[in-house]
């Protein structure tokens, strides 16, 4: 998925940009020597599924219908490894999980989440990063690590509510 926006729009190839995520992650992981083993790509692919963050409890249910140990801590587990890897983000407002559009390169993202449908997209957020950061500096405080989530309403619940 190359733009941070086509999640918001309608005529989304989502299963196109499922098999772009899946192969990206199967070259990465090849590329860092890890096993992306089945339970990791099927969590994966489901965390893909849609554009709306997915907690790990939303997870369990198709990794028994797959046949795979359904316990949280298999779940985590599969998580954390996708999120060691760059492939997933760890969404806190919402404590659940979204693709990375950009597994494998490094970049700066914040994340807008839909309140009414909860699509998550993420954007570029170098600008805000810096603005942070030198606002930081100005208080004496030196970042570490940023995180940014805005919630609000994405293109198609504002065009619905308008109608």
């Known amino acids: 998925m190359a733009s941070g926006t086509i999640a918001f729009e309608s005529h989304h190839d989502h299963n196109q940009c499922i098999e772009q995520a899946m192969d990206e992650a199967r070259s990465l992981c090849k590329a860092r ?8 790509e099927l969590v994966l692919k489901l965390v893909w599924q849609s554009h709306k963050p997915l ?41 659940a999980f979204i693709g990375c559009p950009h597994p494998g390169k490094s970049h700066h993202g914040c994340f807008l989440i839909c309140r009414h449908c909860n699509t998550a997209v993420e954007a570029d957020s170098r600008d805000a990063e810096a603005l942070i950061s030198q606002q930081a500096s100005k208080l004496g405080f030196t970042t570490e690590q940023q995180s940014i989530e805005v919630l609000g309403c994405c293109p198609n619940c504002r065009e619905h509510a308008e109608e």
């Open 33 to 40: 020597n890890q096993r992306l083993t089945p339970i990791r």
């Open 55 to 95: 907690g790990a409890y939303e997870i369990l249910p198709a990794l028994a219908e797959a046949g795979f140990n359904s316990a949280p801590p298999t779940v985590y587990r599969a998580l954390d490894f996708l999120q060691e890897q760059g492939l997933v983000h760890r969404i806190a407002l919402l404590n």
